[in-house]
Structure formats: structure tokens, C-alpha cells
């Protein structure tokens, strides 16, 4: 008699959604992952920003914030805007031109003022950036630092104002906002680095910084 012997074939089914169902959870974990690493980021951003936690909710308080950026990009339209102003203002009043046919002089002067102020405010988006470095590193690294970006600063808003009167201008305006940006940065940094929270100063304390600085520079200009 012949014996048949009945096997049964064990088959093994794959889900065709498994794999995406692990590829789902790598991605969850994932975005888990950056989520915590993102955090602790955020979290030792704000350690080195602030100094305390006082001076963190002193920040948040701000009604009026002006970043570091914004800050000298205001102070650069300033000192671009009243020290060439005052310097005019002194020429004239010494060489008493002020006859009708000398007026041309005030629109070339005005051309000047105008062109300085402009190129003051949109490099000092660079210096602010520039500054806002230095103020990480020791005040010693900053104050000797300081006294050459503002030079630099100077001569870049300065030449650009004298450019319209050819080379001697451009040359001679660079030398006045070198010896501008040279004195009046250090001060004004050095007060907005006690001044500020975090990387940002309020306005109520910025304004009367930096008109205080602009003025004085004017001051000396004037030679009073």
C-alpha cells in the first residue's frame, strides 16, 4: 500500500507596509531628536546672551527694542547727517559766504551731507554686525579693536560724501570721518555694551546715547 504523506508548506508573508511604517517612526524619532537638539540650542544661546536672568526678563520688558544691527546702522545715519553739518556750518560762518551767488555752495554741501548720512546708515549694518562680535570678546580685545573699525567706517562714509567734490573731497572727507569714527565709536560702544540686554538696547536709552555722542562730536568741530 502506498503511503502518502501530506506536507504542508510554511510561507512567510512580508506586509508591504512595513517598511514604511519603520521609516515613518526613523522620521518621527528624527524630528524628535532635532526638536531636543534645537532646544538645548536655544537654551545655551540665551545662557550666553544674557547675564542673568533679571537682565532676560529686563530684555522681554522692552517696549521699543533695537537690535545690534539697527542700533549703529541709527548712529551711523547720525554722525554721516550733524558732524558734516557742523563742519559746513563753521566754513561758512568763518569765510562769510553767504551771498546770493554763493548759494550753490549750501546744495553741494546739502548733496554731501545727504550722501554721507545715506552711506552712514547702510554700513553701519556692517559695523553693527562687526561690533556685535566684539562685544563677545574681552573689553580689552574690544576697546583696542575699536578705535580701527571706526576708522574704517569713517572713511567709507566719509569718502563717499566728499566723492562729488572729485578726489580731493572723497580724500578729504575720508580723513574727517576717520578721526569721527575713531573718537566717537569706542565711547559709543562702550555704553551700548553696558547698556544693552541680550543683543538688543531699548530706545528711551539709545537716543540720548547717541545724539549725546553725535553732539559732541559737533561740538568739537565747532570748536566749542
Not at 3 to 32: G, V
Not at 135 to 153: C, N
Not at 184 to 204: E, S
Request: proline fraction near 3%; aromatic fraction near 12%.
Amino acid at each position: 500500500m502506498e503511503t502518502r504523506r501530506n506536507t504542508q508548506t510554511a510561507t512567510c508573508q512580508i506586509r508591504p507596509d512595513l517598511f514604511a511604517e519603520h521609516r515613518r517612526d526613523d522620521e518621527l524619532a528624527q524630528k524628535r531628536l532635532d526638536a531636543l537638539l534645537a532646544a538645548n540650542a536655544e537654551i545655551a544661546r540665551e545662557k550666553a546672551l544674557f547675564r542673568s536672568e533679571q537682565e532676560k526678563t529686563e530684555a522681554s520688558l522692552m517696549e521699543n527694542p533695537l537690535s545690534v544691527r539697527q542700533a549703529f546702522a541709527y548712529f551711523g545715519l547720525l554722525l554721516g547727517a550733524f558732524p558734516p553739518a557742523a563742519l559746513f556750518t563753521r566754513f561758512f560762518w568763518d569765510a562769510g559766504i553767504f551771498h546770493n551767488e554763493d548759494f550753490w555752495m549750501l546744495g553741494v554741501a546739502a548733496v554731501i551731507n545727504l550722501i554721507s548720512a545715506v552711506v552712514g546708515y547702510f554700513s553701519g549694518n556692517l559695523i553693527g554686525k562687526i561690533v556685535g562680535e566684539l562685544e563677545k570678546q574681552s573689553w580689552v580685545r574690544m576697546i583696542f579693536a575699536l578705535p580701527f573699525v571706526g576708522i574704517l567706517w569713517g572713511i567709507i562714509a566719509g569718502g563717499a560724501g566728499g566723492i562729488i567734490v572729485f578726489v580731493i573731497g572723497a580724500i578729504f572727507g575720508a580723513l574727517l570721518g576717520a578721526a569721527v569714527g575713531a573718537a566717537a565709536l569706542p565711547v559709543f560702544t562702550i555704553f551700548h555694551r553696558l547698556l544693552k540686554k541680550g543683543d538688543q538696547i531699548d530706545r528711551r536709552q539709545f537716543l540720548p546715547l547717541a545724539f549725546g555722542v553725535t553732539f559732541i562730536v559737533c561740538a568739537f568741530v565747532l570748536g566749542w
